[in-house]
């Protein structure tokens, strides 16, 4: 087959997925093209037999930037699947594709979604133990989604989700809000202008009067700026208190390999994760 994959990642982790992703397909005799939705002119409006949307989930919702240029690609005739990934397995992002799936429901046809769990960038410092289980758990999913793309799926979510999905697109707002609160070091920064090449919205420009970057009000909270900055410099206003500084290396940590029990740990947060493992495993037994 010939295959798109139009995704957009914030701090890469759905380009990880991605790019994992591309190598399945390749194994498998399919032709891959990947395009950033961060430029929908990037995309050879080209006949493909299928097409993949990979995105990471925000507040329960889909990243403004994402369903606005699939709005603008005006896609017809393709068989889809969206593929998305959060820090949390809550029942809630079941919700967060509603908003693309009507973009595509006229003369498209949906195959499926597939919702993978990531390490926080927020809130929780990760084990690296426990993210190397993770990961071997998502190369698994991959594995059945590669195999099951044909498999034509209902997509089904029910009122109360897409209702706590809208009421959290406030998000948004608070993005725009925040992101004037955004400060850089001046100590630290060394000017060279990577936060500014790599926002996905050109939200930050370089003030050449003032010699300093200014942030505007196109942020989508992704965080890139302040996760990729070699000299940490960045500060992302009211969220900087709960943002980890430490930027997972994911193919390394996915090699290390660890048989990790984490049903020991006290903590709640790695136990809510049980019944994503016990889905995937029920997967692999079906289809063994």
């Not at 995704?7 to 950033?36: A, Q």
Request: hydrophobic content about 35%; proline content about 2%.
């Amino acid at each position: 087959m010939r295959i798109a994959l139009l995704y957009f990642s914030g701090t890469y982790n759905t380009l990880y997925l991605t790019s994992i992703l591309k190598n399945l397909l390749l194994k498998k005799n399919n032709s891959v093209d990947v395009f950033s939705l961060e430029n929908k002119n990037n995309f050879a409006n080209k006949k493909y037999d299928l097409i993949g949307i990979g995105y990471p989930i925000y507040a329960f919702n889909a990243p403004k930037i994402v369903e606005q240029n699939i709005k603008n690609l005006k896609l017809s005739n393709c068989n889809y699947f969206i593929y998305k990934n959060s820090g949390e397995p809550f029942k809630f992002n079941k919700a967060s594709s509603y908003k693309i799936y009507k973009i595509m429901k006229k003369n498209n046809t949906f195959l499926g979604e597939y919702h993978f769990l990531m390490p926080y960038n927020i809130l929780f410092k990760t084990k690296e133990q426990f993210i190397s289980l993770e990961m071997q758990y998502n190369l698994k999913y991959l594995n059945y989604m590669v195999d099951n793309l044909l498999n034509k799926k209902p997509y089904n979510v029910n009122l109360f989700y897409r209702f706590i999905t809208f009421i959290f697109k406030i998000y948004r707002l608070g993005s725009k809000i925040n992101s004037h609160f955004y400060k850089i070091d001046k100590d630290k920064c060394n000017k060279c202008h990577l936060c500014q090449k790599n926002c996905p919205t050109q939200n930050i420009t370089y003030n050449k009067e003032k010699r300093k970057m200014v942030f505007g009000n196109k942020c989508l909270m992704c965080m890139r700026c302040s996760f990729l900055c070699p000299q940490q410099a960045i500060s992302i206003g009211l969220l900087e208190r709960i943002k980890l500084n430490k930027y997972y290396d994911l193919n390394n940590i996915i090699n290390l390999n660890y048989h990790y029990d984490f049903t020991k740990e006290n903590q709640k947060f790695y136990k809510k994760f049980q019944k994503y493992f016990n889905y995937i495993d029920s997967l692999e037994s079906s289809n063994s």
